[in-house]
């Protein structure tokens, strides 16, 4: 099946300082990809819509200058996390559509990032 | 607006003690409902994808059925190894997804 690799699986960092997570499609290409955060024992919430080649549709809410997207080819998605803050600390997970349609096909995850903020 | 409903929360289950998961759902035009196994500190891991009321799949232990209204993921004769937690999400008209908070499963020997 389709695999979506994630990177870093946990990074811990200074407050006031921008973390980078890496989301891959290994085995196909992905035009779209999804950023989701997850808090303990919390359904996974959608942050952003990642589009290849375009900018970012984010959710209400989320704030684009603090969330910063990239999606530079059709295999990576980037989310940056710029001047973190402890209440940034969380589960991020990035997803992509792996159906014959975009969305209508079931989503592949990435392992997942840790991210604490100090 | 979408929402979707897990229950229980939570689950203990004897090792062969069978159960079942329950997610309800509304939606403005259901394109598909997916259940995904999720174990701490990883990524959600696809299960299944339902399309229409009636329709059903199975995989090993689980089986997931579906209404208008709700699906169930059933597990028969748990194991151990199906100790996680099961979200269940929906995918609108638009193909926007959205995921309930999920049943945590354990199963003890």
């Known amino acids: 099946g389709a695999v979506v690799s994630q990177h870093p699986s946990w990074v811990i960092c200074k407050s006031g300082t921008s973390v980078k997570i890496e989301c891959r499609s290994l085995?196909?290409?992905?035009?779209?990809m999804f950023w989701y955060r997850q808090f303990p024992k919390q359904s996974l919430m959608l942050m952003a819509t990642s589009n290849e080649g375009s900018k970012a549709t984010y959710e209400q809410g989320v704030e684009k200058d603090k969330f910063l997207i990239n999606h530079a080819s059709l295999t990576l998605s980037t989310l940056t996390v710029t001047s973190a803050h402890p209440e940034d600390s969380s589960f991020y997970i990035c997803?992509?559509?792996?159906?014959?349609?975009?969305?209508?096909?079931?989503?592949?995850f990435g392992e997942g990032s840790r991210l604490t903020v100090l | 607006e979408d929402q979707v409903t897990q229950s229980p929360e939570a689950l203990r289950l004897q090792e062969g003690e069978s159960s079942s998961l329950n997610c309800s759902y509304t939606v403005s035009g259901l394109r598909g409902l997916f259940w995904y196994r999720q174990d701490p500190g990883k990524g959600p891991e696809f299960l299944f994808t339902?399309?229409?009321a009636g329709e059903e799949k199975e995989k090993e232990r689980l089986k997931a059925t579906l209404t208008k209204k709700e699906s169930f993921l059933h597990i028969t004769a748990p194991k151990p190894e199906d100790s996680a937690t099961y979200l269940c999400?929906?995918?609108?008209?638009?193909?926007?997804?959205?995921f309930g908070a999920g049943t945590q499963v354990v199963v003890t020997p």
């Open positions: 339902l399309y229409s």
């Open positions: 999400a929906v995918a609108d008209s638009w193909g926007k997804f959205q």
């Open positions: 085995d196909f290409q992905a035009t779209t």
């Open positions: 997803s992509a559509p792996g159906g014959l349609e975009m969305n209508t096909g079931e989503l592949f």
